[in-house]
């Protein structure tokens, strides 16, 4: 019996000896998400009965309830029931407006409360809402980036923030107020160089084109030194000509076209949805930015709901609220009700084409709030553009994490993942609308709700 009996004392040595490394994981882990509905982001049939452990900041397990045991002493969010899934990455959002309709209005009475309200506002509600990383594409650059330091050095909460510093552009147009301070004018396709070699060293992470009236060589050359430095670009156009001007200038792998679908025309020629997928441009719609003011037409209770007014100073909640008195008087609402269809339909041809779709919501312009811009944007992918809820998901998860060359750290849920997470009350592959209805966010292993 002896020799049998410390065979298994040895197999059972031996059997410790060999687990100690994989169990180290469990050892260290700081936090646990136990017992939900996971969907990791990679597309795959969601994982029931989930297990995800936090060391510090990074994600170290990634299973079920039968093969991940959860350390005693744990920290440990309880899941059951509930959707668990990477924070959503936004990549089109406004830090320095909330939603309120008069942008002139706006700069003019809040530039002085920009750094002590606007800008804490704006990201605490979009983490608070689940969305755990953004771009910005339009804050003033000293302001976004004393932003992203204030987040970064943990003074104040806020999602991730990738930078687009000041819009590229040829000429300050009524588009934007004459004294708007961060656009830059591009004056030939050298300046566009310069231009871009200037924001790669400060810091920026991502360049801005804002210009219908760029020429393609200019837009060649921004594209071109942009690509060079690492840098994706974000061009924000309108009419069919410049989209072709904007294809035909390089705009690459990636690169976001936002407020894609614009215009009245149903259709876009073969030749534009053929660069389109040739050159893997990414599409960024922002309906819900166009959208917005409709639906408050539709249902002014939008307006009050008191999900808007809940993070932010009552006085500056209480003049959003009366600049939509009379939405349907809105400079902009005819368009946002003439174009809908039309938009909607080009975003379907190009889906079925089989463009790229991420998620960028625009989120802090006009009936636009944060407080819900990025899971409106995912109702109406999936609802009017056609997207599968997994791939609308994606759009706003793992695609999202590819445009800001992010994919090996953020998106998915997997082990050595920074560990951006959400846990959602509802089950959005079938309601996708239950992404709003936030349980908890956890950003860089910390549990901020
Ligand atoms: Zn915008």
Redesign the pocket.
Known sequence: MMPKKSGIAAALITALVVALPTASPAQDATLAIVGGRLIDGYGGPPIHDSVVLISGNRITAVGTQNDIEVPSGVAVIDADGRTVMPGLIDL???FDILGHGNYDHWFETYESRMRSDVLPTAARIMLNAGVTSVRD??TDIDNAFWLREQINSGAMPGPRTFIAGPFLRKTVTSFVSPDFVDTWVVESPADGRRKVRQLAGMGVDVIKTQDEALSREELAAIYDEAHKHGLRVAT?LFSQRALRTALEAGIGQWDTI??IGAGSQPRYPDDIVNMIIEQQVAMAP?II?EEGLRQIYLNPELVHDPAWGALMPADIYADIRGSYANVQRHPLFNRAVLHRESKMMKLRQLYQAGANFIV?S????RANPHHNAASREIHFLVKEVGLTPMEAIMAATRWAAVVLQKQNELGTITEGKLADIIVIDGDPLEYPGDLRHVIHVIKDGVQIR
């Open positions: 089109h959002v406004h594409l339009g924000h936002e407020h922002t930015a960028a625009d989120s802090g312009s």
